[in-house]
Nanobody
Framework: QVQLVESVGGLVQPGDSLTLSCAAS????????IAWFRRASGKEPEGVSC????????HYADSVKGRFTISGDNARKTVYLQMNNLKVEDTAVYYCAADGPMLYCDGPPKAADFGSWGQGTQVTVSS
């Protein structure tokens, strides 16, 4: 089992930037794909981005392409989500998720593919 801990989110204004981190522990060396999801109040969860450790490939939801960047630091066992030009519609609880070595994320991540989840962190974009 992999344990995932997200950094604290926050309250920012439209156009601001914010970086979230996700620190992995436990059997984290088995992990290949790590993803970020978000759930806005009253909406279905959305797969935001994922990164594959095997080849470094990254994928994004259309709603965040060009604004969000996912990156990983294998030595620190941490994945980051750099969020630029934040919009009010980015307001949500953000979760990181991971799964075992057989998972390869080849598009916007799907929640059903991931077995380990962080506790979530609130990001609020408001003027």
């Amino acid at each position: 089992q992999v344990q995932l801990v997200e950094s604290v989110g926050g309250l920012v204004q439209p156009g601001d930037s914010l970086t979230l981190s996700c620190a992995a522990s436990g059997f984290s060396f088995y992990v290949n794909s790590i993803a970020w999801f978000r759930r806005a109040s009253g909406k279905e969860p959305e797969g935001v981005s994922c990164i594959n450790r095997s080849d470094g490939s990254r994928h994004y939801a259309d709603s965040v392409k060009g604004r969000f960047t996912i990156s990983g630091d294998n030595a620190r066992k941490t994945v980051y989500l750099q969020m630029n030009n934040l919009k009010v519609e980015d307001t949500a609880v953000y979760y990181c998720a991971a799964d075992g070595p057989m998972l390869y994320c080849d598009g916007p991540p799907k929640a059903a593919d991931f077995g380990s989840w962080g506790q979530g962190t609130q990001v609020t974009v408001s003027s």
